[in-house]
């Protein structure tokens, strides 16, 4: 068996020739030998701590997440802890390197794929250990970069216990799902209440930091990365309401990647236990004193795109999670349940402050198709998408409640849906049927 140095030269020498078309097939030969060779864990270590090759760590880091699965029965409980402080301190302690964010992203999600092996034999305790020393270790690192990259192995956390989103692990599918229901049940809520909180502290920073400084880029990474960490929980598919979570997660993918098409439906029911802490002021107040900065130039940002994506997910909730209107007598006599919206104002803020959130997307209205039309559409295609989940989810109009609409908002939306209708037809006359 070749020693760890010999496998980090062999590596090393592969990527290198893995460049060249005449070496190609050879070095990727070795690189495969190496990702199925047995006991490759420790040579694995070695590359990642020693290499000066970004391609072989690449290479390491696939064949240890491998590695991992594949000798999971024979590792001590002692070697697999051991191995998950290991990729806890490498991804945090290298959390700045540019270069490495591949690398991290490998491991952070090898993190997941460990800690979920392992959840059906591991306490309640043990499994909180996992976060408690994640926690500790961005802490004692005490970076903004960890700070970041904690948030990061949460979100992979999430997406690896996610039925939608987990990966290939060679067992049942009633293991899968088990693993679902008791993180949702343990830690889930948790988890979104962490990124809340870190969510609302780097806003505040973005807001006072100032513009183009390292402090504004900074803040800019941290709530960039805790917004995705809400709206993977709130993708998540929940499983006592029967979210139409497919959906949901598709409409949230689709409008990152700017996919044309909207999906059939795009709505999250997490259940009645989840409103104190989706539907209070706090969780998105700090969204709507974000969002004005980022309008015009930094509307292409990743923090404007992670932003929207965030609201997009809130306009999908829907269920449960909203209080039912009761109809009382008084009600039933003047008008019945046409009139029941009145008593349910709780859904009815949450419309207003989405449309206040979604509204400035799409207006001046010819500005932004014409913006659109030359490429720029991410910002209108968040917008159809945010109005089509509320319009999903929202059958009641502004006519029935007590609450009154945002100043024009009827105005807007009209002008709006009036250019978007003038446009396609003119794109029609023209022959673009795209």
Known sequence: MASVEEYCTAVERACHEFQNSATQAHAEHVLLLFRRSPGIIPACRHILEHSGSVEARFHAACALREALLREWASLTAD???????????????HAAEVQLQVVRSILEGTLAVMLKRGWMETSAEGRAAFFQELDASAKTVGSPAAQIVSLQVMEAVVSEFSLVTASALGLSWEFHENCRNQLEEQFLRQIFEHAVHSAQQAASQVRTAAPGSEAAAGAASSATAAMKLMAAVLAW???????????????????????????????????????????????????????????????????????????????????????KPTVTSAVAAAGGAANAACAAPVAVTHVVQMLRLVLPWCMPAQQVLKQALAGDEGQLVDACRALAALCAGHKCGYAMTAVPPPAQAVECATRTAAAVVEAALKDAAAGAHE
């Open 79 to 93: 070697e697999r802890n051991g191995l998950r402080t290991y990729l806890l301190q490498y991804v945090l302690v």
């Open 237 to 323: 598919d929940f499983k006592a309401t029967n979210s139409s979570f497919v959906s949901a997660t598709a409409a949230i993918t689709a409008a990152m990647s700017g996919r044309k098409g909207l999906p059939d439906t795009t709505q999250v029911k997490p259940g009645a236990h989840w409103a104190d802490i989706l539907l209070t002021a706090a969780t998105t107040d700090w969204v709507i004193t974000l969002m004005p900065a980022l309008q015009g130039p930094a509307a292409a940002s990743q923090l404007a795109t992670a932003a929207r994506q965030l609201v997009v997910a809130f306009c999908c909730l829907a269920g449960d999670v909203f209080p």
